[in-house]
């Protein structure tokens, strides 16, 4: 398996937002490429299922600059609608929107007419987890990714966020998780 030091169209996207995301960054960035190697390795792909995983990668969880949030898979889909609007990749929405949106489900997704939501989520979840889940994908691969990729403060700064959300809203603690 292959691990690409640049993605294009995944740097061009994020170059965007780095304003916005301040000082996290390249935590950001390196989770995103992460996950998309994640997401590669899961499953073959043609361009334009890579195309749909990059774009999908950029903007899964943008909210949490955007707003300022641990709630920011709702504002997270909108710039995403916007991107493929303006580069006329708008009948991909729906199959993008879910990608999103359903990254945190708690259970697989079982929609065969959109597969790759399933890969999404475990890609994400390969990474959120710290290799803990794997789903298939070789721990040498995974150390190689990281490796490459380091954290650079991702997860700390999710705690972070996600301990001051608690003490503000504790009936509910992880408003981006679904059943």
Known sequence: MIIEDEISLLD???MEWKKCIGSEY???????????????A???????????IIIAAAFHDIGIWIEDTVDYIPPSVPPAM???????????????????TEH???REYTDHNFPLIEIFRRGDLVDFSLGLFKFGIPKSYIKDVKAKFPNSGFHKNLMKRATK??????LNPAPMMKW
């Open 26 to 40: 390249q935590g950001y960035r390196n989770h995103v490429y992460r996950m998309i190697h994640y997401c590669f």
């Open 12 to 14: 061009e996207i994020l």
């Open 165 to 170: 959300w608690f003490f503000k809203y504790p």
């Open 82 to 100: 916007e991107y493929l609007k303006n580069n006329n990749l708008e009948p991909w929405s729906d199959e993008i929107k879910l990608m999103i």
């Open 104 to 106: 945190h489900k708690i």
């Open 42 to 52: 899961l499953r073959g792909y043609d361009d334009d299922d890579r195309q749909k």
